[in-house]
Every structure is written in structure tokens, then in C-alpha cells.
């Protein structure tokens, strides 16, 4: 499952593995995880030497931290994602992951470079003001204070450094199902895409 920030692909990929009995990875806490080791680093989250070694040397304890989902890191996350070494010290865990027995993973190259080979592949958008909100309320419940305008201009500038990036573009898989959630809830959400998993099966 891929698609941009925000667009509701967390909650809908761990509700589809909980329904379908399969492990669950959101691959975008590794990246988080990198780009916060690089900013307590003090360094720059573009210096891809510093990016790469973080990314070589991360640990289950940091991906149990509980500031990983804070707009700082939001960037970082995303400046860190475009460095490939990154991307390359990252790729074995994901594949091994998914690799026994199945999974459910969500990110932004699951199907285009992780998993080519899926079975079934989802790219889950939802426009641009309906992931503002989504991510606003989200922070809101959080007790993050945060703008609406900012949030969505955040987003956007996000997503526009993921699609453009060399290593691994935001794109979806020639043959991903495209499920745009603007006008669904979770459950709805849900639905859709358990339908075209059973479609498949
Ligand atoms: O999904 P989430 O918003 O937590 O991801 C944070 C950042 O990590 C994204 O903006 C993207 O740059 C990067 N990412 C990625 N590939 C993935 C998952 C996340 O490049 N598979």
C-alpha cells in the first residue's frame, strides 16, 4: 500500500492486516526513525553521509520512541528517504518482513520497488485539503498545536520532495488499484480494499 501523506493509509493498512490475519509494517516509521537520530545528531538530514549511518546502525529502541510522529520529523523523514543509501540499509528488513509468510506494508515504494512482485497492490490518495484536516485532527488529538493552512502546505511540500526524488520516486505501481478515500470513512475505506484483495484472491 502506497499514496501520499496523510492520506489514510496507517489506520486502513493495519485494519486490512488485522482482517486478513498478516503482520503489519508502517515502513514510514523507519524513515521517521532515521531522521530523528539524525537531528539529535545535530546534523543535517540531507548530509547523506550522516543519513546512511543512522540508517546502518537503527534498532528496535528507536523505533519505540514516541516523538516520531511530530511535523520536525515529518521533514526529516522525508529529506533522509531520498539519500539511497538509506534506502538500501532499509530494503532487507522490509523484504524479510513481508518475505514468510505475508504482510501488510504501507509507505511510498512498497509496490514500485519493495515488493514488485505483490500480489496485490493499493495506492490510497485522498485530495490534498481532506489530508489536511485528517493529519490537523489527528495532531489536535494529540495535543500537537498546529495550522490548518500550515499542515496542508506542509503536506504538500512533502509529497511534492517524495514524488520528485530520484531513489525510489512516490508513484504508483503500473499495476497498483488506486482507492481514493476523500469521500469514505475507515470503514468504507476498509471495505473497498478488502474488496479488491478478495478480488484477487
Ligand atoms: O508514511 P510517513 O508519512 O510516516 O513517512 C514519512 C516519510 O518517509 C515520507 O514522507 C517519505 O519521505 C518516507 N518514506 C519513504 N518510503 C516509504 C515510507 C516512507 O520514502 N516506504
Given at each position: 500500500?502506497?499514496?501520499?501523506?496523510?492520506?489514510?493509509?496507517?489506520?486502513?493498512a493495519r485494519r486490512?492486516?488485522?482482517?486478513?490475519?498478516?503482520?503489519?509494517?508502517d515502513t514510514?516509521?523507519l524513515?521517521?526513525?532515521?531522521?530523528r537520530?539524525?537531528?539529535?545528531s545535530?546534523?543535517?538530514?540531507?548530509?547523506?553521509?550522516?543519513a546512511?549511518?543512522?540508517a546502518?546502525?537503527l534498532?528496535?529502541?528507536?523505533?519505540?520512541?514516541?516523538?516520531?510522529?511530530?511535523?520536525?520529523?515529518?521533514?526529516?523523514?522525508?529529506?533522509v528517504?531520498?539519500?539511497?543509501?538509506?534506502?538500501?540499509?532499509?530494503l532487507?528488513?522490509?523484504?524479510?518482513?513481508?518475505?514468510a509468510?505475508?504482510?501488510?506494508?504501507d509507505?511510498?515504494?512498497?509496490?514500485?520497488?519493495?515488493?514488485?512482485?505483490a500480489?496485490?497492490?493499493?495506492?490510497?490518495?485522498?485530495?490534498?485539503a481532506?489530508?489536511?484536516?485528517?493529519?490537523?485532527?489527528?495532531?489536535q488529538?494529540?495535543?500537537?498545536?498546529?495550522?490548518?493552512?500550515?499542515?496542508?502546505?506542509?503536506?504538500?511540500?512533502?509529497?511534492?520532495?517524495?514524488?520528485a526524488r530520484?531513489?525510489?520516486?512516490?508513484?504508483?505501481?503500473a499495476?497498483?488499484?488506486?482507492?481514493d478515500?476523500?469521500?469514505?470513512?475507515?470503514?468504507?475505506?476498509?471495505?473497498?480494499?478488502?474488496?479488491?484483495?478478495?478480488?484477487?484472491?
Amino acid at each position: 500500500m502506497d499514496g501520499p501523506a496523510a492520506a489514510g493509509k496507517g489506520t486502513l493498512a493495519r485494519r486490512l492486516a488485522a482482517t486478513l490475519g498478516l503482520p503489519y509494517l508502517d515502513t514510514g516509521l523507519l524513515y521517521r526513525a532515521v531522521g530523528r537520530r539524525v537531528l539529535d545528531s545535530g546534523a543535517d538530514p540531507r548530509d547523506a553521509a550522516a543519513a546512511e549511518a543512522a540508517a546502518r546502525t537503527l534498532a528496535a529502541a528507536d523505533l519505540a520512541r514516541t516523538d516520531l510522529r511530530v511535523p520536525e520529523v515529518d521533514m526529516a523523514a522525508s529529506a533522509v528517504a531520498a539519500v539511497p543509501g538509506v534506502r538500501a540499509a532499509l530494503l532487507d528488513f522490509q523484504r524479510a518482513f513481508g518475505a514468510a509468510s505475508g504482510a501488510v506494508l504501507d509507505g511510498r515504494d512498497i509496490g514500485t520497488v519493495v515488493f514488485p512482485q505483490a500480489p496485490v497492490k493499493l495506492f490510497v490518495t485522498a485530495s490534498p485539503a481532506e489530508r489536511a484536516r485528517r493529519r490537523w485532527l489527528e495532531l489536535q488529538g494529540r495535543g500537537v498545536a498546529a495550522e490548518l493552512a500550515q499542515v496542508e502546505a506542509e503536506l504538500r511540500a512533502r509529497d511534492a520532495q517524495d514524488a520528485a526524488r530520484a531513489a525510489a520516486p512516490l508513484k504508483p505501481a503500473a499495476d497498483a488499484v488506486l482507492l481514493d478515500t476523500t469521500a469514505l470513512d475507515a470503514d468504507a475505506a476498509l471495505a473497498a480494499a478488502v474488496a479488491v484483495v478478495r478480488g484477487k484472491g
